[in-house]
């Protein structure tokens, strides 16, 4: 190729390529086309459609605020005889509406904050009876064993809907005095002169999608709190403010994470297993692809369900794998295909997955506040359990709040 025609070339795909960039941000009539959020394009306070709008908050006071769960405090607050007043906020229209997936549970956890669930008709229903692992080709499956103390081992535990043990656990929370706020997100994280951390702002309400308020504006509550806890999940908006400002991530190493991509599936009752649960490696991803399967077989209200995810690690090298695609074709090995044919998917949904392990766990607790569960990267990566170390980290920073609480007021410091 001739120098002359190679630039003649360029000159073109640029040309071009400014021509579709142009055409990509105007309207039919040649207008600047205008991408507008609820706060990025119009700034409230230059924006002449809020002008009249009140702007005040309504502040409430806590002891405690909760991003995400909460039963402990209120269980110590009874038994000690000492009013601690609690609430949680919680971003879901319901309590545990947005949690999806099927887990495999280790009930420690659990034992020790309700002795009684079973008395108390926790929903789990479903205990293992039959581990396997697999290693997969694109043809085969390749059985590996799980001795009896490896973390994957997983006799005595068992397969739960994660969603509806939330509601249960919140059905608990509210019975013993915990102050529930569904359908109501953390927007913002509020501080004191000092830094230290003072509560949370909940969402506004009723914004058109120009950015505009609409007749049914509300504005969020302030809610103050002599102590915040951040339970809001991996990654979360929250969390990710607190790390920089705090700087808690200076002693740990980067966290690494995933994506869990998962699907729930009624199956023909001839090819369901209650109690089994698969994990596999391999086929469909490479060998230097980080990733896995699960499946678990449950039986709720007598309807024969299949929860099936998969996992990839997002340090994935090739840049036109697909998570969603490699799913998909993960369901159509030999071993695989057959347990979903005349099935039907009735729900489906993904999300972020801490990896990093425990050298990645950050500093845990700061001033006004603390981090738990997978705000902090607490999912065992090696048992592919989370729920129980969330539970138990959750009882842990009760217990020392707890008794900071039950100092006099003047001792009350915030560390």
């Given at each position: ?13 640029i ?21 507008t ?39 110590l ?12 906020i ?8 947005h ?10 956890a659990?034992?020790?904050l ?35 103390g490896?973390?994957?081992y ?30 109501t997100a ?11 951390i ?113 996992v ?6 090739n840049p ?19 347990i ?20 990645a ?30 539970m ?24």
């Amino acid at each position: 190729m001739s120098s002359t025609f190679r630039l003649c070339l360029q000159s073109f795909v640029i040309k071009r390529i400014s021509i579709t960039r142009r055409n990509s941000t105007t309207t039919s009539a040649g207008s600047p086309r205008r991408l507008t959020t609820h706060y990025t394009i119009h700034p409230r306070d230059k924006d002449e459609r809020w002008k009249d709008i009140n702007m005040e908050r309504y502040a409430e006071e806590y002891d405690v605020a909760i991003v995400g769960a909460a039963i402990r405090l209120k269980q110590l607050s009874k038994s000690k005889k000492r009013e601690v007043r609690v609430c949680v906020i919680e971003k879901a229209s319901t309590i545990g509406a947005h949690i999806l997936s099927g887990a495999c549970i280790e009930t420690r956890a659990l034992d020790e904050l309700i002795h009684d669930w079973k008395m108390k008709g926790a929903p789990l229903n479903n205990p293992i009876v039959k581990d396997q692992f697999y290693f997969l080709t694109e043809n085969s499956a390749i059985s590996i064993p799980i001795p009896k103390g490896l973390p994957m081992y997983n006799h005595g535990n068992h397969i739960v809907s994660l969603g509806k043990l939330v509601t249960w656990l919140g059905q608990q929370a509210e019975s013993i005095g915990v102050e529930l706020y569904p359908a109501t997100a953390a927007s913002e994280i509020l501080f004191h002169d000092d830094g230290s951390i003072k509560g949370l702002g909940t969402n506004d309400v009723g914004i058109a999608k120009d950015g505009s308020p609409k007749s049914s504006f509300a504005r969020g509550m302030e809610l103050h709190a002599k102590c915040t806890i951040f339970a809001e999940g991996c990654h979360g908006h929250l969390a990710k403010q607190l790390y920089k400002r705090f700087n808690l991530r200076k002693d740990s190493t980067p966290q690494t994470y995933g994506i869990g991509l998962k699907e729930i599936w009624e199956v023909d009752k001839r090819k369901h297993q209650p109690g089994l649960i698969v994990h596999t490696a391999g086929w469909p991803l490479d060998m230097n692809t980080y990733g896995g399967s699960f499946m678990y077989h449950v039986l709720d209200n007598d309807q024969p369900l299949v929860h099936v995810g998969y996992v990839i690690g997002l340090n994935y090298e090739n840049p036109y794998l697909n998570p969603y695609q490699e799913f998909q074709r993960f369901k159509t090995h030999p071993k695989i295909r057959s347990i979903f044919e005349n099935g039907k998917r009735i729900s489906y949904g993904a999300r972020a997955l801490n990896e990093g392990g425990f050298q990645a766990i950050p500093k845990l607790s700061f001033p006004g506040g603390c981090l738990i569960g997978c705000s902090s990267g607490f999912l065992n990566t090696p048992k592919i359990k989370g729920a129980h170390t969330a539970m138990k980290s959750g009882m842990i920073a009760a217990e020392s709040i707890f008794k900071l609480l039950s100092k006099p007021a003047k001792e009350h410091k915030r560390k």
